[in-house]
């Protein structure tokens, strides 16, 4: 059975389902057939625009809510046959400044989530968005997920916990789910309007704005990367799937480039554009990782699935997503 | 210099003072000369015990709060030359049942006191009490500190997101901070009064009381202990050196018994005793962490500690202890 096919007639639960993972997830699901429903805080520093699936409003449910609603994640977990589990504080930064909005939506609330499908629907089937953040500073590479787990900064630890829960929850009581560790995903309908998620976002909007982007560092540091629709498929992937129930996945790209590398790609894919390097922030300095690039095998061992869209086809597609809905995305 | 002299008029900090190690560890501070303030909330399924330091409360400060406490924190925090933060929750089982007072105990509290060492006290030196459950079950024998991190309970996540906080705070801000991963430890002032925290303190009561103790599984699942004074003398090397900062450590004892063996040997130090073997609860069976003994070279290397009372000498001297003073801890 095809697995896209698990999806025709489903009742889907999307958290950050307004956001750049989760809105792209929950379009392919539309297709698919699925009854989707967006759970979503439109937080000004996250991710989520309603725009993101304006196209498509009418084929899928808005719940305008916070994760860290107990009482309402406990109604609108109820009946669904699939959970994916996007709805983050994904800024390292910010996890530094304020440490606790962090532990209350990556930790607290991934907790009352479990807890709300323990109790309520104990036969959901949950996907977590995890993160490459998880390992800190790579001791090797490519990085696998048998790699230490040694954090740089308060969001890498408390996506540990949320994870762990996850796995916990699937292991002791059998609420099936597992997670995914996500590099850095680009695409249409991510955050551009500063850097506070990834550096890519920011790079993008000054490149269509005709603006230099800043480069922190040396510009050596390695990185791979993921177009937003092979990271969909994965999630699909991962929740059809019962082979994936109680594990941890890292995702990851083929081409490990240098930021300086991708600056220059991305300017030719651009037909034009400028970029300084700088020194790295101090407050960005400190919980810098280096190089990264991660070893997908296990996931790609158990589903067949490797990424398929190469990064210069990826940017381009990109960029000509932000020059055609600029307005819709840069406040 | 010898690590002792660094207590003699320092003032130090105790959160979780009240309970088993850390009464132990203030009385100890006390004969050093040290300023010790405890901080306790008393919470009765904790181990908090006023009789704990009775003989001794002239000669220390008691302040009696909750480390959830952010704003009382603060204040206790400031001008502290150590502090050795003990308070948690240690129930596996009880994080199973209230996920929540674990998190908030063991994340969230841990977060606002290391922010308010960060503020209002950098220079402070914080040892904190972490526990062998973040292991989980052991992948092999005897368990090292780069044993991967596969906690079995809320519990085991939560102290991992508590220790990394600690060791993040460190590297990142410089607020000296260090972790012990506890084994079993036992002796006198240990929890008694029933089998919340470990199965040792039941069992002790039990045999004092003349009556049968229950043995889990069949006896055979093999652990090491150490005996208090070994801990207390393993957090004052930790907090009077700086090599420990920024860094995790295992302790560990040198015996590695058989539940079993175990239950023969107090018996013998009781002179009588019986004890039954019964099958798991299932609540215990699912977070049962098979065999476990740790690898502490670490922790020896760098501070030449080892434990010195032998299983048979400390049990002894806990069973005299508690024959003499039942009565505080009975209720």
């Known amino acids: ?93 910010d996890s530094m400044v304020n440490p606790f909005a962090d532990l209350e939506i990556n930790c607290r609330s991934q907790l009352s989530i479990l807890e709300a499908c323990r109790k309520y629907n104990p036969a959901v089937k949950i996907v977590f968005a995890s993160t490459r953040q998880v390992y800190g500073r790579p001791q090797y590479l490519p990085v696998n997920e048998k790699h230490p787990l040694v954090p740089v900064d308060v969001n890498g630890i408390n996506k540990i916990a949320g994870e762990m829960y996850h796995i916990l929850y699937s292991n002791i009581y059998g609420t099936r789910a597992c997670a995914l560790r996500l590099t850095n995903t680009y695409g249409p309908r991510m955050r551009v309007k500063d850097a506070r998620q990834t550096f890519l976002g920011i790079w993008i909007r000054l490149l269509i704005e005709g603006k230099p982007f800043q480069l922190f560092g040396d510009g050596l540091q390695i990185r791979d990367f993921n177009y937003v629709d092979d990271v969909v498929e994965a999630f699909l992937l991962a929740a059809a799937g019962d082979e994936s129930n109680g594990k941890v996945f890292n995702l990851g790209g083929d081409e490990h480039v240098s930021l300086k590398s991708l600056a220059e790609l991305m300017i030719g894919c651009n037909d034009g554009g400028k970029y300084q390097i700088v020194p790295f922030p101090a407050e960005r300095k400190s919980i810098d990782i280096g190089d990264y690039f991660s070893d997908y095998s ?34």
């Open 1 to 93: 059975m095809n697995h896209k096919s698990s999806f025709n007639g489903a009742r889907v639960l999307i958290t950050g389902g307004l956001g750049f993972i989760g809105s792209n997830l929950a379009r392919r699901l539309v297709d698919l057939g699925a009854r989707v429903v967006l759970v979503d805080s439109l937080i000004p520093e996250y991710g989520g625009n309603l725009f993101n699936v304006r196209d498509c409003e009418e084929k899928l449910t808005i719940n305008i809510s916070d994760v860290r609603d107990e009482y309402g994640m406990n109604q609108l977990i109820k009946r669904q046959d699939f959970l994916f589990n996007l709805a983050g504080q994904t800024s390292h930064v």
């Open 298 to 331: 296990c996931f790609s061992e158990i589903f067949g699935w490797k990424p398929k869209v190469e990064l210069k086809q990826g940017i381009t597609l990109t960029l000509n997503f932000f020059q055609k809905y600029a307005q819709y995305y840069w406040e």
